[in-house]
Protein backbone atom coordinates (compact mmCIF):
# COMPACT_ATOMS: atom_id res chain seq x y z
CA UNK A 1 0.00 0.00 0.00
CA UNK A 2 1.44 3.57 -1.26
CA UNK A 3 0.40 6.93 0.71
CA UNK A 4 0.00 10.04 -1.54
CA UNK A 5 -0.18 12.61 1.33
CA UNK A 6 -2.29 15.43 -0.56
CA UNK A 7 -4.42 12.47 -2.01
CA UNK A 8 -8.32 12.91 -1.29
CA UNK A 9 -9.69 11.54 1.61
CA UNK A 10 -10.44 7.96 0.21
CA UNK A 11 -13.93 7.19 1.04
CA UNK A 12 -14.79 4.97 4.13
CA UNK A 13 -17.14 2.13 3.80
CA UNK A 14 -19.32 1.09 6.84
CA UNK A 15 -21.53 -1.65 8.04
CA UNK A 16 -23.36 -2.61 10.87
CA UNK A 17 -24.22 -6.44 12.51
CA UNK A 18 -27.78 -8.09 13.53
CA UNK A 19 -27.48 -10.48 16.13
CA UNK A 20 -31.43 -12.36 15.93
CA UNK A 21 -31.96 -14.97 18.62
CA UNK A 22 -33.46 -14.95 22.01
CA UNK A 23 -29.97 -17.80 22.85
CA UNK A 24 -28.09 -14.54 23.03
CA UNK A 25 -30.52 -12.15 24.72
CA UNK A 26 -30.73 -14.75 27.59
CA UNK A 27 -27.26 -15.47 27.87
CA UNK A 28 -27.54 -19.25 27.17
CA UNK A 29 -25.42 -18.78 24.44
CA UNK A 30 -22.34 -16.26 23.71
CA UNK A 31 -22.31 -14.78 20.78
CA UNK A 32 -18.82 -15.60 18.30
CA UNK A 33 -19.77 -14.13 15.35
CA UNK A 34 -19.15 -10.09 16.19
CA UNK A 35 -15.59 -10.35 16.44
CA UNK A 36 -15.13 -12.20 13.51
CA UNK A 37 -17.20 -10.23 11.22
CA UNK A 38 -15.34 -7.06 12.27
CA UNK A 39 -11.97 -8.08 11.67
CA UNK A 40 -13.02 -10.12 8.33
CA UNK A 41 -14.68 -6.50 6.85
CA UNK A 42 -11.86 -4.70 8.18
CA UNK A 43 -9.62 -7.02 6.02
CA UNK A 44 -11.94 -6.54 3.10
CA UNK A 45 -12.03 -2.26 3.83
CA UNK A 46 -15.35 -2.24 5.68
CA UNK A 47 -15.52 -0.53 9.30
CA UNK A 48 -18.07 -2.17 11.49
CA UNK A 49 -19.79 0.19 13.15
CA UNK A 50 -22.93 -1.22 15.69
CA UNK A 51 -24.34 -4.11 16.20
CA UNK A 52 -27.44 -5.07 18.16
CA UNK A 53 -28.40 -8.23 19.61
CA UNK A 54 -32.70 -8.74 18.41
CA UNK A 55 -35.06 -11.27 19.80
CA UNK A 56 -36.77 -13.63 17.77
CA UNK A 57 -40.08 -11.08 17.43
CA UNK A 58 -40.61 -10.09 13.82
CA UNK A 59 -41.10 -6.54 14.30
CA UNK A 60 -38.09 -6.21 16.14
CA UNK A 61 -36.06 -7.75 13.61
CA UNK A 62 -37.76 -5.44 11.08
CA UNK A 63 -37.01 -2.10 12.74
CA UNK A 64 -33.80 -2.88 13.23
CA UNK A 65 -32.64 -3.53 9.79
CA UNK A 66 -34.98 -1.10 8.45
CA UNK A 67 -32.71 1.23 10.61
CA UNK A 68 -29.61 0.12 10.20
CA UNK A 69 -29.83 -0.46 6.02
CA UNK A 70 -30.10 2.79 5.59
CA UNK A 71 -27.52 3.87 7.50
CA UNK A 72 -24.93 1.89 6.54
CA UNK A 73 -23.46 1.06 3.40
CA UNK A 74 -23.81 -3.20 4.60
CA UNK A 75 -25.78 -5.21 7.12
CA UNK A 76 -25.13 -8.53 8.24
CA UNK A 77 -27.73 -10.73 10.51
CA UNK A 78 -26.95 -14.36 11.69
CA UNK A 79 -29.30 -16.36 13.07
CA UNK A 80 -32.69 -17.51 12.99
CA UNK A 81 -32.69 -19.14 8.95
CA UNK A 82 -32.88 -22.45 9.66
CA UNK A 83 -36.05 -25.10 9.26
CA UNK A 84 -38.10 -24.62 12.51
CA UNK A 85 -41.13 -22.11 13.85
CA UNK A 86 -38.40 -20.02 15.75
CA UNK A 87 -36.62 -19.16 12.05
CA UNK A 88 -38.11 -15.97 11.46
CA UNK A 89 -35.50 -14.56 9.49
CA UNK A 90 -36.10 -14.38 5.77
CA UNK A 91 -39.87 -13.67 6.78
CA UNK A 92 -39.04 -10.52 8.90
CA UNK A 93 -36.22 -9.40 6.47
CA UNK A 94 -39.11 -9.89 3.52
CA UNK A 95 -41.10 -7.34 5.57
CA UNK A 96 -38.51 -5.12 6.21
CA UNK A 97 -38.20 -4.63 2.59
CA UNK A 98 -42.17 -5.27 1.84
CA UNK A 99 -41.61 -7.94 -0.63
CA UNK A 100 -42.65 -11.76 -0.77
CA UNK A 101 -41.19 -14.56 0.66
CA UNK A 102 -40.86 -16.74 -2.64
CA UNK A 103 -39.06 -20.10 -2.64
CA UNK A 104 -35.70 -19.65 -5.04
CA UNK A 105 -34.95 -22.03 -7.73
CA UNK A 106 -31.22 -22.29 -7.04
CA UNK A 107 -31.24 -23.13 -3.30
CA UNK A 108 -34.38 -25.68 -3.92
CA UNK A 109 -31.94 -27.39 -6.55
CA UNK A 110 -28.93 -27.08 -3.62
CA UNK A 111 -31.41 -28.99 -1.42
CA UNK A 112 -32.59 -31.64 -3.58
CA UNK A 113 -28.89 -32.26 -4.34
CA UNK A 114 -28.30 -32.47 -0.21
CA UNK A 115 -31.18 -34.72 1.05
CA UNK A 116 -31.98 -37.94 -0.10
CA UNK A 117 -35.13 -38.74 -2.54
CA UNK A 118 -38.36 -38.28 -0.25
CA UNK A 119 -36.09 -36.44 2.27
CA UNK A 120 -36.62 -33.16 1.45
CA UNK A 121 -39.47 -32.62 3.57
CA UNK A 122 -41.91 -29.46 3.72
CA UNK A 123 -40.34 -28.30 6.95
CA UNK A 124 -36.72 -28.26 4.81
CA UNK A 125 -37.94 -26.37 1.98
CA UNK A 126 -38.22 -23.75 4.43
CA UNK A 127 -34.70 -22.57 3.83
CA UNK A 128 -35.26 -22.16 -0.19
CA UNK A 129 -37.08 -19.21 0.76
CA UNK A 130 -35.73 -15.85 -0.29
CA UNK A 131 -37.03 -12.65 -0.10
CA UNK A 132 -38.22 -11.57 -3.47
CA UNK A 133 -35.15 -10.55 -5.85
CA UNK A 134 -33.25 -11.71 -3.43
CA UNK A 135 -29.53 -13.46 -4.29
CA UNK A 136 -28.33 -16.67 -3.04
CA UNK A 137 -24.93 -16.04 -0.98
CA UNK A 138 -23.23 -19.55 -1.93
CA UNK A 139 -21.52 -21.36 0.77
CA UNK A 140 -17.76 -22.48 -0.27
CA UNK A 141 -17.64 -25.04 2.76
CA UNK A 142 -20.87 -26.61 3.65
CA UNK A 143 -24.44 -26.92 1.26
CA UNK A 144 -26.52 -23.91 3.15
CA UNK A 145 -26.79 -20.77 1.25
CA UNK A 146 -27.02 -17.47 3.23
CA UNK A 147 -28.83 -14.81 0.78
CA UNK A 148 -28.64 -11.15 0.06
CA UNK A 149 -31.39 -8.59 -0.41
CA UNK A 150 -30.38 -5.39 -1.57
CA UNK A 151 -27.49 -4.28 1.03
CA UNK A 152 -28.60 -6.80 3.43
CA UNK A 153 -26.83 -10.10 3.95
CA UNK A 154 -28.29 -12.91 5.79
CA UNK A 155 -26.14 -15.52 7.48
CA UNK A 156 -26.46 -18.39 9.43
CA UNK A 157 -25.87 -17.91 13.61
CA UNK A 158 -23.99 -20.86 13.90
CA UNK A 159 -20.27 -19.80 13.64
CA UNK A 160 -18.93 -22.54 11.40
CA UNK A 161 -21.96 -22.00 8.79
CA UNK A 162 -21.98 -18.19 8.93
CA UNK A 163 -17.69 -17.87 8.36
CA UNK A 164 -18.46 -19.93 5.40
CA UNK A 165 -20.99 -18.11 4.19
CA UNK A 166 -19.36 -14.76 4.76
CA UNK A 167 -16.42 -16.24 2.50
CA UNK A 168 -19.64 -16.38 -0.04
CA UNK A 169 -20.38 -12.47 0.27
CA UNK A 170 -17.14 -10.98 -0.22
CA UNK A 171 -18.14 -10.99 -3.75
CA UNK A 172 -20.82 -8.42 -3.36
CA UNK A 173 -18.40 -6.19 -1.09
CA UNK A 174 -16.38 -3.13 -2.26
CA UNK A 175 -14.20 -1.57 0.51
CA UNK A 176 -11.53 0.95 0.84
CA UNK A 177 -8.13 0.82 3.18
CA UNK A 178 -8.33 -1.48 5.92
CA UNK A 179 -7.94 0.02 9.39
CA UNK A 180 -4.08 -0.66 10.34
CA UNK A 181 -3.43 -1.27 14.34
CA UNK A 182 -0.17 -0.93 16.45
CA UNK A 183 -0.57 -1.67 20.10
CA UNK A 184 2.04 -0.97 23.04
CA UNK A 185 1.30 -2.77 25.99
CA UNK A 186 2.46 -0.72 29.83
CA UNK A 187 2.61 -1.99 33.29
CA UNK A 188 0.83 1.05 34.87
CA UNK A 189 -2.70 1.73 35.37
CA UNK A 190 -4.65 3.78 32.56
CA UNK A 191 -4.75 7.20 35.00
CA UNK A 192 -0.68 7.23 34.85
CA UNK A 193 -0.76 7.53 31.23
CA UNK A 194 -4.12 9.33 30.35
CA UNK A 195 -2.35 13.08 29.69
CA UNK A 196 0.14 11.81 27.68
CA UNK A 197 -1.74 9.46 25.17
CA UNK A 198 -4.47 12.48 24.83
CA UNK A 199 -1.19 14.84 23.81
CA UNK A 200 0.08 11.84 21.61
CA UNK A 201 -3.32 11.83 19.85
CA UNK A 202 -3.57 15.45 19.24
CA UNK A 203 -0.17 15.44 17.45
CA UNK A 204 -1.33 13.22 14.86
CA UNK A 205 -4.51 13.43 12.80
CA UNK A 206 -6.06 10.45 11.86
CA UNK A 207 -4.89 8.45 14.23
CA UNK A 208 -7.38 7.20 17.03
CA UNK A 209 -5.39 6.32 20.33
CA UNK A 210 -7.78 3.69 22.70
CA UNK A 211 -6.48 2.59 26.31
CA UNK A 212 -7.32 -1.05 27.75
CA UNK A 213 -6.47 -1.55 31.06
CA UNK A 214 -6.35 -5.43 32.51
CA UNK A 215 -5.55 -7.14 35.67
CA UNK A 216 -2.19 -9.61 35.22
CA UNK A 217 -0.90 -11.02 38.48
CA UNK A 218 -2.54 -9.04 40.61
CA UNK A 219 -2.00 -5.29 39.26
CA UNK A 220 -3.27 -2.79 36.58
CA UNK A 221 -1.93 -2.60 33.10
CA UNK A 222 -3.01 -1.10 30.21
CA UNK A 223 -2.71 -1.28 26.13
CA UNK A 224 -2.18 1.38 23.97
CA UNK A 225 -3.89 0.28 20.78
CA UNK A 226 -3.35 2.84 18.08
CA UNK A 227 -5.32 2.90 14.72
CA UNK A 228 -5.43 4.62 11.79
CA UNK A 229 -5.27 3.67 7.94
CA UNK A 230 -1.89 5.27 6.69
CA UNK A 231 0.86 3.05 7.60
CA UNK A 232 3.46 5.39 7.54
CA UNK A 233 1.09 8.10 9.68
CA UNK A 234 0.58 4.97 12.14
CA UNK A 235 4.97 3.98 12.34
CA UNK A 236 5.41 7.81 13.29
CA UNK A 237 2.42 8.17 15.82
CA UNK A 238 3.32 4.33 17.15
CA UNK A 239 7.28 5.68 17.94
CA UNK A 240 6.24 9.15 19.11
CA UNK A 241 4.20 7.52 21.22
CA UNK A 242 6.68 5.09 22.70
CA UNK A 243 9.50 7.93 22.76
CA UNK A 244 6.49 9.84 25.12
CA UNK A 245 6.18 6.74 27.01
CA UNK A 246 10.44 5.82 27.93
CA UNK A 247 11.03 9.84 28.52
CA UNK A 248 8.06 9.48 30.99
CA UNK A 249 10.17 6.75 33.01
CA UNK A 250 7.35 3.94 31.97
CA UNK A 251 8.63 0.64 30.50
CA UNK A 252 7.21 -0.32 27.46
CA UNK A 253 6.33 -3.81 25.59
CA UNK A 254 5.47 -4.09 21.96
CA UNK A 255 2.30 -5.91 21.53
CA UNK A 256 -0.15 -7.19 23.93
CA UNK A 257 1.11 -9.35 27.26
CA UNK A 258 0.22 -12.62 26.46
CA UNK A 259 -0.94 -14.58 29.86
CA UNK B 1 -42.84 -20.20 44.60
CA UNK B 2 -46.40 -20.77 44.05
CA UNK B 3 -48.90 -20.40 40.73
CA UNK B 4 -52.56 -19.55 40.98
CA UNK B 5 -53.92 -19.71 37.53
CA UNK B 6 -56.83 -17.65 37.43
CA UNK B 7 -54.26 -14.52 39.15
CA UNK B 8 -54.21 -11.51 36.98
CA UNK B 9 -50.78 -11.69 34.52
CA UNK B 10 -47.92 -10.55 36.54
CA UNK B 11 -46.17 -6.86 35.39
CA UNK B 12 -42.94 -8.12 32.97
CA UNK B 13 -39.87 -6.36 33.67
CA UNK B 14 -37.65 -5.41 30.66
CA UNK B 15 -33.80 -3.99 29.99
CA UNK B 16 -31.69 -3.30 27.68
CA UNK B 17 -27.47 -3.32 27.81
CA UNK B 18 -25.79 -0.73 25.33
CA UNK B 19 -22.11 -1.83 25.49
CA UNK B 20 -20.00 1.23 24.79
CA UNK B 21 -16.34 0.28 23.08
CA UNK B 22 -14.22 0.89 19.72
CA UNK B 23 -12.60 -2.28 20.90
CA UNK B 24 -15.70 -4.44 20.61
CA UNK B 25 -16.66 -3.48 17.28
CA UNK B 26 -12.75 -3.89 16.17
CA UNK B 27 -13.30 -7.80 17.16
CA UNK B 28 -10.24 -6.82 19.42
CA UNK B 29 -12.14 -7.75 22.92
CA UNK B 30 -14.91 -10.21 23.07
CA UNK B 31 -17.76 -9.01 25.23
CA UNK B 32 -18.26 -10.70 27.98
CA UNK B 33 -20.82 -9.26 30.17
CA UNK B 34 -24.10 -9.79 28.40
CA UNK B 35 -24.33 -13.25 29.01
CA UNK B 36 -23.24 -12.14 32.82
CA UNK B 37 -26.20 -9.49 32.40
CA UNK B 38 -28.92 -11.31 31.20
CA UNK B 39 -28.86 -14.49 33.35
CA UNK B 40 -28.17 -11.92 36.92
CA UNK B 41 -31.13 -9.97 35.39
CA UNK B 42 -33.30 -12.89 35.21
CA UNK B 43 -32.65 -14.15 38.59
CA UNK B 44 -34.23 -10.85 39.27
CA UNK B 45 -37.01 -11.25 37.32
CA UNK B 46 -36.00 -9.01 34.46
CA UNK B 47 -35.82 -9.88 30.77
CA UNK B 48 -33.23 -8.64 28.80
CA UNK B 49 -35.13 -7.73 25.52
CA UNK B 50 -31.98 -6.17 23.52
CA UNK B 51 -28.38 -4.76 23.12
CA UNK B 52 -26.68 -2.61 21.11
CA UNK B 53 -22.70 -2.01 20.75
CA UNK B 54 -21.93 1.05 20.07
CA UNK B 55 -18.99 3.13 19.40
CA UNK B 56 -16.91 5.74 21.11
CA UNK B 57 -18.77 8.79 19.73
CA UNK B 58 -21.13 10.64 21.99
CA UNK B 59 -23.56 11.80 19.21
CA UNK B 60 -24.00 7.53 18.85
CA UNK B 61 -24.36 6.81 22.82
CA UNK B 62 -26.48 9.17 23.07
CA UNK B 63 -28.93 8.28 20.55
CA UNK B 64 -28.70 4.76 21.35
CA UNK B 65 -29.18 5.34 25.52
CA UNK B 66 -32.31 7.57 24.89
CA UNK B 67 -33.78 5.42 22.81
CA UNK B 68 -33.26 2.79 25.04
CA UNK B 69 -34.40 4.31 27.85
CA UNK B 70 -37.81 5.19 26.58
CA UNK B 71 -38.51 1.99 25.69
CA UNK B 72 -37.77 -0.47 28.94
CA UNK B 73 -37.66 -0.15 32.13
CA UNK B 74 -33.75 -0.31 33.09
CA UNK B 75 -30.80 0.60 30.73
CA UNK B 76 -27.20 -0.81 31.85
CA UNK B 77 -24.38 0.85 29.81
CA UNK B 78 -20.60 -1.18 29.63
CA UNK B 79 -17.61 0.61 29.29
CA UNK B 80 -15.72 4.19 29.04
CA UNK B 81 -15.93 5.36 32.35
CA UNK B 82 -12.04 5.07 33.21
CA UNK B 83 -9.61 7.87 33.69
CA UNK B 84 -9.21 8.55 29.51
CA UNK B 85 -9.75 10.95 27.13
CA UNK B 86 -11.80 8.29 25.33
CA UNK B 87 -13.66 7.37 28.16
CA UNK B 88 -16.59 9.88 27.09
CA UNK B 89 -19.44 7.65 28.87
CA UNK B 90 -20.05 10.03 32.07
CA UNK B 91 -20.21 12.94 29.78
CA UNK B 92 -22.38 11.49 26.86
CA UNK B 93 -25.13 10.19 29.86
CA UNK B 94 -25.39 13.79 30.94
CA UNK B 95 -25.83 14.93 27.70
CA UNK B 96 -28.50 12.53 27.09
CA UNK B 97 -30.57 13.35 30.31
CA UNK B 98 -29.52 17.32 29.29
CA UNK B 99 -28.03 17.42 32.73
CA UNK B 100 -24.19 19.11 33.75
CA UNK B 101 -21.83 16.50 34.70
CA UNK B 102 -20.60 17.41 38.15
CA UNK B 103 -18.16 16.28 40.62
CA UNK B 104 -19.99 14.21 43.12
CA UNK B 105 -18.87 14.60 46.67
CA UNK B 106 -18.96 10.54 47.63
CA UNK B 107 -16.91 9.96 45.01
CA UNK B 108 -14.76 11.91 45.23
CA UNK B 109 -14.71 10.69 49.43
CA UNK B 110 -13.71 7.16 47.65
CA UNK B 111 -11.31 7.76 45.43
CA UNK B 112 -9.61 10.43 48.09
CA UNK B 113 -9.62 7.51 50.38
CA UNK B 114 -8.44 4.67 47.78
CA UNK B 115 -4.83 6.93 46.36
CA UNK B 116 -2.22 7.36 48.53
CA UNK B 117 -1.89 11.59 49.66
CA UNK B 118 -1.02 13.50 46.86
CA UNK B 119 -2.12 10.32 44.12
CA UNK B 120 -5.26 12.37 43.19
CA UNK B 121 -4.22 13.68 39.93
CA UNK B 122 -6.74 15.96 38.06
CA UNK B 123 -6.80 12.59 35.55
CA UNK B 124 -8.11 10.44 37.75
CA UNK B 125 -10.41 12.88 39.56
CA UNK B 126 -12.54 12.84 36.08
CA UNK B 127 -13.68 9.13 37.77
CA UNK B 128 -15.90 11.26 40.28
CA UNK B 129 -17.95 13.01 37.55
CA UNK B 130 -21.31 12.04 37.37
CA UNK B 131 -24.39 13.18 35.57
CA UNK B 132 -26.12 15.84 37.87
CA UNK B 133 -28.78 14.41 40.18
CA UNK B 134 -26.96 10.77 39.58
CA UNK B 135 -26.44 8.33 42.92
CA UNK B 136 -23.52 6.09 42.93
CA UNK B 137 -23.60 2.01 42.68
CA UNK B 138 -21.51 0.93 45.17
CA UNK B 139 -19.08 -1.86 44.24
CA UNK B 140 -18.86 -4.31 47.47
CA UNK B 141 -15.91 -5.41 46.54
CA UNK B 142 -13.26 -3.33 44.45
CA UNK B 143 -13.51 1.01 45.02
CA UNK B 144 -14.67 1.98 41.68
CA UNK B 145 -18.56 3.05 41.74
CA UNK B 146 -20.87 3.08 38.85
CA UNK B 147 -23.76 5.14 38.69
CA UNK B 148 -27.17 5.22 38.08
CA UNK B 149 -28.97 8.14 36.55
CA UNK B 150 -32.79 7.86 36.40
CA UNK B 151 -33.31 4.22 34.68
CA UNK B 152 -29.65 3.96 33.08
CA UNK B 153 -27.30 2.22 35.33
CA UNK B 154 -23.84 2.98 34.32
CA UNK B 155 -21.12 0.35 34.88
CA UNK B 156 -17.21 -0.55 34.12
CA UNK B 157 -16.18 -2.40 30.80
CA UNK B 158 -13.72 -4.81 32.92
CA UNK B 159 -15.99 -8.09 33.79
CA UNK B 160 -14.92 -8.62 37.14
CA UNK B 161 -15.25 -4.58 38.27
CA UNK B 162 -18.90 -4.76 35.78
CA UNK B 163 -19.68 -7.48 37.99
CA UNK B 164 -19.18 -5.70 41.75
CA UNK B 165 -21.14 -2.84 40.45
CA UNK B 166 -24.01 -5.02 39.30
CA UNK B 167 -24.82 -6.32 42.74
CA UNK B 168 -24.60 -2.90 43.89
CA UNK B 169 -27.18 -2.05 41.16
CA UNK B 170 -29.56 -4.66 43.28
CA UNK B 171 -31.11 -2.67 45.41
CA UNK B 172 -32.39 0.01 42.61
CA UNK B 173 -33.85 -3.30 40.76
CA UNK B 174 -37.90 -4.25 40.91
CA UNK B 175 -38.25 -7.44 39.37
CA UNK B 176 -40.81 -9.89 38.55
CA UNK B 177 -41.02 -13.25 37.93
CA UNK B 178 -38.03 -14.79 36.61
CA UNK B 179 -38.13 -16.69 33.55
CA UNK B 180 -37.10 -20.82 33.80
CA UNK B 181 -36.07 -22.98 31.58
CA UNK B 182 -35.64 -26.37 30.85
CA UNK B 183 -33.85 -28.05 27.85
CA UNK B 184 -33.94 -31.57 26.15
CA UNK B 185 -31.45 -32.39 23.82
CA UNK B 186 -31.62 -34.98 20.81
CA UNK B 187 -28.91 -36.55 18.19
CA UNK B 188 -31.12 -35.53 15.29
CA UNK B 189 -31.36 -32.07 13.01
CA UNK B 190 -33.76 -29.77 13.58
CA UNK B 191 -35.22 -29.90 10.57
CA UNK B 192 -36.17 -33.62 12.32
CA UNK B 193 -38.70 -32.26 15.14
CA UNK B 194 -39.61 -28.72 13.70
CA UNK B 195 -43.18 -29.70 13.12
CA UNK B 196 -43.21 -32.01 16.38
CA UNK B 197 -42.11 -28.85 18.23
CA UNK B 198 -44.28 -26.19 16.82
CA UNK B 199 -47.32 -28.47 17.62
CA UNK B 200 -46.18 -28.75 21.08
CA UNK B 201 -45.70 -25.08 21.50
CA UNK B 202 -48.96 -24.41 20.43
CA UNK B 203 -50.72 -26.57 22.99
CA UNK B 204 -48.83 -24.91 25.95
CA UNK B 205 -49.53 -21.25 26.05
CA UNK B 206 -46.79 -18.82 27.75
CA UNK B 207 -43.90 -21.20 27.02
CA UNK B 208 -41.58 -20.30 24.18
CA UNK B 209 -39.93 -23.42 22.58
CA UNK B 210 -36.59 -22.82 20.75
CA UNK B 211 -34.45 -25.12 19.21
CA UNK B 212 -30.67 -24.60 18.67
CA UNK B 213 -28.26 -26.65 16.34
CA UNK B 214 -24.95 -27.82 17.63
CA UNK B 215 -22.14 -30.11 15.42
CA UNK B 216 -20.88 -32.64 17.80
CA UNK B 217 -18.81 -35.87 16.70
CA UNK B 218 -19.64 -34.87 13.44
CA UNK B 219 -22.80 -35.11 13.13
CA UNK B 220 -25.92 -32.55 13.95
CA UNK B 221 -27.99 -32.37 16.57
CA UNK B 222 -30.11 -30.21 18.33
CA UNK B 223 -30.99 -28.65 21.86
CA UNK B 224 -34.68 -27.68 22.67
CA UNK B 225 -35.15 -25.22 25.16
CA UNK B 226 -38.32 -24.66 26.99
CA UNK B 227 -38.76 -21.01 28.84
CA UNK B 228 -41.64 -19.72 30.88
CA UNK B 229 -42.70 -18.04 33.85
CA UNK B 230 -45.31 -20.82 35.34
CA UNK B 231 -43.25 -23.71 36.94
CA UNK B 232 -46.17 -26.21 36.85
CA UNK B 233 -46.90 -25.49 32.55
CA UNK B 234 -42.97 -25.73 32.06
CA UNK B 235 -42.84 -29.34 33.72
CA UNK B 236 -46.02 -29.99 31.81
CA UNK B 237 -44.81 -28.22 28.69
CA UNK B 238 -41.29 -30.55 29.16
CA UNK B 239 -43.20 -33.86 29.61
CA UNK B 240 -45.51 -33.31 26.80
CA UNK B 241 -42.62 -32.67 24.25
CA UNK B 242 -40.28 -35.73 25.63
CA UNK B 243 -43.50 -37.77 24.80
CA UNK B 244 -43.76 -36.51 21.72
CA UNK B 245 -40.01 -37.01 20.68
CA UNK B 246 -40.00 -40.94 22.33
CA UNK B 247 -43.38 -41.92 20.57
CA UNK B 248 -41.49 -40.34 17.34
CA UNK B 249 -38.58 -42.83 18.10
CA UNK B 250 -36.53 -39.59 18.52
CA UNK B 251 -33.52 -40.75 21.82
CA UNK B 252 -34.18 -38.08 24.17
CA UNK B 253 -31.57 -36.28 26.62
CA UNK B 254 -32.41 -34.82 29.43
CA UNK B 255 -30.61 -31.13 29.71
CA UNK B 256 -27.36 -29.80 27.02
CA UNK B 257 -25.22 -32.39 26.16
CA UNK B 258 -21.74 -31.74 27.55
CA UNK B 259 -18.58 -31.61 25.12
Known amino acids: ?23 ILSGRTQDANLAHLAKTLNSWGVELR ?26 FT ?8 DDITAD ?11 EHSDALAILEAHYPPGELTVVRRRMARVPEGGELIENPISKAPGFKVGNVFVLAGIPAIMRAQLEGARQFIEGGRSVLSKTVSVEVGESRIADLLETAEKRHAGIDMGSYPFFRRGSFGTALVLRGRDPAVLEAAYADLCAALTAA ?6 GEFQD
Open 50 to 75: EARVVPDIEGEIVDAVNALRARYDYV
Open 1 to 23: MTTANNAPTPRIYTAALAIIGNE
Open 249 to 254: GIEIHP
Open 78 to 85: TGGIGPTH
Open 92 to 102: SIAKAFGVPLV
